[in-house]
């Protein structure tokens, strides 16, 4: 891995990202969510073993709408940080919390030894389409959250970005625009949300760096792997999923291993677009689920660009 950090702490995201940069590949990395039983317990911890062999430059933790799942994303991370070699970043989002609980996490994530966090407004309990409703004593959207991190911890933060329009406003110049806020009060990289047409990322790109910020964006990556994630995708991206997508898939509705090999298919196309461009870097979204992204990652010939795992570290 390359090295970079102060004194004997391993090297930031950020400084990843530059590395990687200069040496011409990719960052990889995998979303994780935090298990509340015991039976997801057991596949968690199965996935990240298996992940782990991938040597990955990091991983992410959710954190659920409202805080719902805060504390399990807190002992699901420091668990990861504490007991394997991989980088573990937690999620953080501000919606229906207040200023103190938001900063008593921020304090739980630095005595976890966690380092990095990806700050998320998040959503409202229902989805993104429940209209944002701000906490009376919280923050209003993810800049300030950011803010916030950067003045109470010297994080690596992360923050989220929308290839698609954005569910809420459906304005792509205001989604660039927010996330160029966003750099200047203290993210150091973004995340997109999942898409499927590799010229939305692009144009995304585009706008933030006609803007004159240099963030890195790397995109957020998740196979459709059943006919029943069709809808739920389109809600989750805030935009329907293309035609060719929809009608590949549904070509072979009713063979389960088909529909995810062709769903295996698409993400590898999509993949294999993307670094055609040179992107900084591919985040998996696994679902707690290795077999697909273990597949894509293989496809891509990734796993055979000599990658040493990172030293045990946040």
């Not at 980088?87 to 630095?110: F, I, K, N, P």
């Not at 790397?218 to 809808?231: A, D, F, K, L």
């Not at 496809?299 to 990172?310: E, H, K, N």
Request: hydrophobic share 45%.
């Amino acid at each position: 891995m390359p090295t970079g950090g102060l004194g004997d702490r391993p090297p930031t995201i950020e400084q990843l990202l530059a590395a990687a940069a200069d040496e011409g590949r990719p960052l990889t990395s995998f979303e994780l969510f935090p298990p509340k039983d015991e039976a997801q317990q057991r596949q968690l911890w199965r996935t990240v073993r298996e992940l782990e062999a991938l040597a990955p430059d990091f991983v992410s933790m959710t954190y659920g709408a409202s805080g719902s799942t805060r504390d399990r994303t807190i002992v699901a991370t420091e668990a990861i940080a504490q007991n394997t070699t991989l980088r573990a970043m937690a999620h953080l989002t501000c919606a229906s919390q207040s200023r103190d609980e938001l900063r008593r996490v921020v304090g739980s994530y630095a005595a976890a030894g966690i380092r990095h966090v990806l700050a998320i407004r998040g959503d409202m309990p229902g989805g993104p389409t429940v209209p944002w409703v701000r906490h009376p004593e919280g923050l209003a959207n993810a800049t300030e959250l950011v803010a916030l991190i950067r003045e109470l911890s010297d994080f690596c933060i992360g923050v989220a970005a929308f290839p698609d329009l954005h569910p809420e406003h459906h304005d792509a110049a205001l989604d660039a625009r927010l996330l160029v806020e966003k750099h200047r009060a203290g993210a150091s990289f973004a995340i997109t949300q999942l898409f499927f047409t590799a010229d939305r990322y692009v144009e995304l790109v585009d706008r933030v760096r006609s803007l004159g910020s240099d963030l890195p964006i790397i995109p957020g990556i998740m196979p459709v792997t059943r006919i029943s994630q069709i809808q739920r995708f389109a809600e989750l991206s805030g935009a329907d999923l293309p035609a060719r997508v929809v009608d590949r898939l549904n070509a072979v509705a009713g063979d389960d291993d088909a529909v995810r090999e062709v769903g295996i298919q698409l993400a590898t196309e999509l993949c294999e677009d993307l670094l055609a461009r040179g992107v900084p870097g591919l985040h998996f979204i696994t679902m707690n689920r290795s077999p697909a992204t273990r597949e894509i990652y293989a496809r891509l010939g990734l796993a055979a660009r000599g990658r040493q795992p990172a030293v045990r570290s946040a």
